[in-house]
């Protein structure tokens, strides 16, 4: 995974085997790529890699994320649920995410026409990060596969460990199961999991 900045935009992100091919989606939207970049500077904020992606921060908070796919590039929002949006240009990234909160594009073209709603929603981001503001929290309550809770009833060690996880590591694990089509498989993804909960980490932690 790349650590500077000009790799992203040069090579891509590092993530997978595609890096710095012709098939890499960060070469692909490369054009699109550096006009979000060019609106992300312009506004002043400061860019850092992270997650192995351009991010822009303001105010000592996180802002947006550039992002590329195979089929599109986004803009994703930090703390979107803050934002007005009146022309509803945002998108939820994926089913678990609980708000709009991506900008998607398929062209350079869609980048030019959306740049003064980009702008005005950037800088509406960026006032929310000097005032210091976050969303309310939303307390959802989460509900565990079927495998999961006769897990967590068996074995007394899994059920203390995975209470003890924050809220979102807790629901890491509920779509990590929720992915797999049968029962064995969850099954065996649990018992692949326990180590890592015990520990105290999240489905994706190393």
């Given at each position: 995974m790349i650590t500077e900045i000009e790799d992203f935009f040069a090579h891509g992100?590092?993530?997978?085997?595609?890096f710095d091919t012709p098939e890499c989606s960060a070469l692909r939207w490369a054009s699109g790529l550096a006009?979000?970049?060019r609106i992300c500077l312009d506004t002043g904020m400061s860019e850092a890699v992270k997650w192995g992606h351009p991010c822009y921060a303001h105010a000592g908070r996180n802002v947006v994320l550039i992002g590329a796919l195979r089929g599109e590039f986004r803009l994703n929002?930090?703390?979107a649920a803050l934002l007005s949006d009146p022309e509803g240009v945002l998108e939820?990234?994926?089913?678990?995410?609980?708000n709009p909160d991506s900008m998607k594009f398929t062209s350079?073209?869609?980048v030019t026409r959306l740049e003064g709603t980009l702008r005005a929603m950037l800088r509406?981001?960026?006032?929310h990060a000097e005032a210091g503001r976050l969303p309310p929290k939303v307390e959802t309550e989460l509900e565990l596969p079927e495998e999961l809770e006769e897990a967590l009833g068996a074995d007394p060690e899994l059920a203390v460990a995975f209470q003890a996880l924050t809220p979102g590591r807790q629901r890491s694990y509920v779509i990590l199961l929720s992915g797999a089509k049968s029962s064995d498989t969850r099954r065996r993804r649990i018992e692949k999991a326990r180590p890592k909960i015990l520990e105290g980490k999240g489905a994706q932690e190393r």
């Open positions: 992100c590092g993530r997978c085997e595609r006009a979000l970049r929002f930090f703390h939820k990234q994926g089913p678990n995410t609980q350079l073209e869609d509406e981001a960026m006032d």
